[in-house]
């Protein structure tokens, strides 16, 4: 669980109304505002019965981890699991990889087509990266038009390969953005690989993926960008796991 719930905002279950109670300091969340949120959010629907505390802490849990739109996780979430990840890494000496992804020309699809066509375009790709990794690495939208993907115990050669992969199924795929009307869309992607890289912070290790995701875009767009590196011995499991996890009829195999 990636937060802890601040009982001040939970009123005792089961207190009825006539019982005196503190007046609630001013902006807390109490459990009928914690409801709404989850009835917003679509995590219950309006007349389920009241949810256990531990229910509306869960959801609660989720919305906060969660990016809105895609459901992808968000930019905390995302930060989270980076600081942890080269934490485990550093101790157990195994690899992992950092995708960054933008949108290409994605104003230019807000402009023509309108913010919601844009919101169908970031969907489309956000369900392609989903079903497109390992339930062990963590896919996040870190912000607008971008995303971010943590691949855990992968060699750079793979991962090279591997987003190269994603980006040619998002660039072959039409998205249907209003009725009969489509658009074709195309990502740029910037990776570093930590066997590479060595152990480093995560601000250090995003600006490198940030300077790679550039290079993509300055030679042309709809390209993955990283560092050359010598090829390294990769395990059959490691191919197994990577390529059978993506097929053409959106299934995932983890």
Known sequence: ???????????????????????????????????????HAGLRAVGDDIPSVQAVIDGLCAISSHD????????????LALKKEIERSARSGETFGLLLIDVDHFKEINDTHGHAAGDRVLKHIAGVLARGFR???????????????????ISNPYLLQFAERVRATIAREPIAVAGDQTVNVSISIGLACSNVQGWVTAIKLL?????????????GRNRVHGSPQPATAVTA???????????????RND
Do not use: C, W
């Open 1 to 39: 669980m990636l937060i802890a719930a601040d009982e001040s905002g939970l009123p005792p279950v089961g207190r009825g109304r006539e019982a005196a109670e503190p007046a609630a300091p001013s902006g807390a969340l109490n459990l009928a505002d914690a409801l709404q949120l989850l009835v």
């Open 68 to 79: 809105g739109l895609t459901s992808l996780a968000n930019r905390r979430h995302f930060d």
């Open 135 to 153: 339930s062990t690495d963590t896919v996040a939208r870190y912000g607008g038009d971008e995303f971010a993907v943590i691949v855990v115990n």
């Open 207 to 219: 600006d490198m993926v940030d300077h790679q995701l550039y290079e993509a875009k300055r030679l």
């Open 237 to 251: 499991d490691e191919r197994a796991s990577l390529f059978a996890i993506y097929d053409p009829h959106g299934n």
